[in-house]
């Protein structure tokens, strides 16, 4: 209740009464008062008529009421009526920051029902209603009469123009309860130009975020498919849970329909997801996976808990009826090439850290490549990992602890590309390591680590194929339990060296490290799963064991020498870099020793005197960077092993440019000289508008392996993209891509899946 009596203030004039219990909602019908509040009003005039009962603020009109504000040129209170007519550059602001200006606000006490002309309507998140005029009724429903509705603000330079897109509607109807506006007997304009006629249509209200109706449709193709068209319906089953269905027909096969559940929970969420076809035409697949079934679905699930602020478990799992569904029918979230299924449990505490995962993979492949790769695929139940590094010191030194065990079971031997990958059958490792250091400052700033550290494994192995293997002549120590150990004495010596002048800092740091050690024992013998993979280079230069994974141990005595440089050139540039070399000083070389896929073999370390390995690199601000990496024949200081990138960043222009090199490696099946180059760049323009490309060039082959196009416009309202890629395979069989996307604020976006938007 509105009630205003007050005694007569000449010249300017200010009110308190006092307002009884109610929820109060502005016409733009977002935000209430639920309050005793006071009503404030302040003019430069009031005038009273006891005859018609009428109060007039004139002048400079204010009204504070529950946080909400209203100013207007004159303000008419009519006791009898109960009405508020507010006339003149009327304008409300609400406490969420919602503004409403008119010509005039004729409406009750309560603020449920009124008429106002000449409405326009600013929302917090820069959306816009405007109207010739508007009716609001039960305090809940406005009513717009040839009405406007857009995301996009006016321009500044010319707020004549029309926006880039907006609704007309002869009505417009803003339910404040439901939160739905709905639009009758309209037109989308776009850049002032009608598009499309909507004789009716329903979007939620710009304040929902969640809300259940249909979403904007996507759309799709491939030979195979056909043209498809994706409608997806949204249903908010709780403010922390949703359903989302999704129906796609397809010219070519069908029906496809999906289910995605999705649960958040004070702790985290998980989401269950379901999909399925009833294929029409399964010859137009010309692989068997696709082919061979008429009926075809996955069900997957994803989570993620935070069991305290130290533990973390989680999964993501996917079950499918072959092996290429989810990929070929691009079901979001399960369209990697390598699914990785995983259970895990992380916890992180301090200096402590625990990891345990038990994973399964599948490789989303098409058979016409020929790679059979996702039946040769383990199962690792599990692998876990626990480091801790004691709060204490032992002897002055720090004293790390480490325990990594795995265990592998496969159905198949992985014999891909002329070598072993992986075995048939199971085989699993326990190891335990420990290292103790500690670093002396000398004199002069030389620092003294001298490094203790002791491992033991425990392995076991159950299979048919134990060797020997023809293309490394190792064989396996045969199926049972074994052990092995190994134990390490080293002292690592670095002497930094501060150089200035007036404008820059240069730190050069020559670096030694001597590691003595007996024999990796029964070398290349035991099941190498998780140490194939090996690249010598700056990065590993000084490790303690520089294989990749567990499964192998450097042994022997060696010796590491290299150069570390760091420096500074005024306030923006930064300069960096490395130069080294390795060598086997006794007994027997690791790298040399060959294993199941002669992991060692052509890495620079198989020889007394490694190769040659170095790095540098510069940087100015965050703008340009750029850095070079190589490995140089140990005699003749060719390159082995060569990589550049170049980058540069600024407002209009982002861009980067790459090179790889790699010699020859036989052993690996690759006969010849690896070389490529790649580039791309994303240039803005017109403030609002980017094109984009990239492309990869395989110098070895002489071909175009990847190249991309695309043209975009994103403002804080609309957005268009466009992008074209094509991709060669080995056999130079060509995949032509092409997407669009065009999203419109608040009302959603629609086109094809740019999945990986920033190559374009």
Known sequence: MLGIAATAVLGSGSVTTPVHAQTVQSVAGL????????????????????????????????????????????????????????????????????????????????????????????????????????????????????????????CEEHPEKPPIWQIKAQRIIWNGTEKTVRFENASFEFLGVPLASLPVFTTADPTVKRKTGFLAPSFRYSDETGFGASIPYFIALAPNADLRLTGTGMTRQGFLGEAEFRHRLTNGMYSLQIAGIHQMAPGAFSTPQDSSNTNRGMIGTKGRFEVNPRWTFGWDVLAQTDKNFSRTYEIKGFTDRVQRNDIYLTGLNDRNFFDLHAMSFDVQESDADGSGRDALQPWVLPTFDYNTISDYPLAGGELSFNVNARGIWRDDEDQTAGATHGLDGQNTRITADTEWRRTVVAPGGLAITPILAARGDFLTLDTDTTGPYSTTGASLTGNGSDSRWMATAGVEVRWPVLFTTAQSSHVIEPIGQIFVRPDETDAGMFANEDAQSFVFDTTNLFERDKFSGYDRIEGGTRANLGVRYTGAVGDDIALYGMFGQSYHLAGM??????????????????????????????????????????????????????????????????????????????????????????????????????????????????????????????????????????????????????GFRIALRTLGDFGTDINDSSNY
């Open 31 to 154: 935000t209430g008062v639920e309050d005793d509040s006071p009503l404030l009003l302040q003019a430069d005039e009031l005038v009273y008529d006891r005859d018609r009962q009428t109060v007039a603020a004139v002048g400079g009109v204010q009204v504070d009421y529950g946080g909400t504000r209203m100013v207007a040129d004159r303000l008419v209170y009519n006791q009898m009526t109960r009405r508020l007519v507010a006339i003149g550059n009327v304008e409300i602001l609400q406490p969420d920051g919602t503004r409403a200006t008119a010509d005039e606000f004729d409406v009750t006490d309560d603020f449920r029902e009124g008429f106002v002309n000449a409405l326009r309507i600013v929302t917090p998140d820069e959306t816009r209603f405007a109207a010739e005029s508007a009716v609001r009724e039960r305090g809940e429903v406005t009513t717009f009469n040839n009405g406007i509705y857009t995301a996009c603000a006016p």
């Open 589 to 738: 070389n690791s790298f040399a020793a060959p294993d199941m896929v002669n992991a060692g073999a052509d890495s620079g370390l198989e020889t007394d005197v490694s190769d040659f390995v170095g790095m540098a690199g510069a940087s100015y601000q965050d703008t340009f960077s750029t850095a070079v990496r190589g490995r140089f024949d140990e005699k003749t200081f060719d390159v082995r092993r060569a990589e550049a990138e170049l980058a540069y960043t600024s407002h209009a222009l982002v861009a980067s440019a790459g090179y790889a090199y790699i010699d020859a490696q036989p052993t690996y099946g690759f006969a010849t000289e690896r070389q490529e180059v790649n580039g791309s760049a994303t240039l803005r323009f017109e403030e609002f508008w980017r094109v984009s490309g990239n492309a990869t060039y395989d110098i070895t082959n002489r071909r175009l392996a990847r190249t991309g196009i695309g043209l975009a416009y994103d403002d804080e309202c609309f957005a268009i993209g466009l992008h074209w890629l094509q991709t060669r395979d080995n056999t130079n069989v060509k995949t032509n891509t092409f």
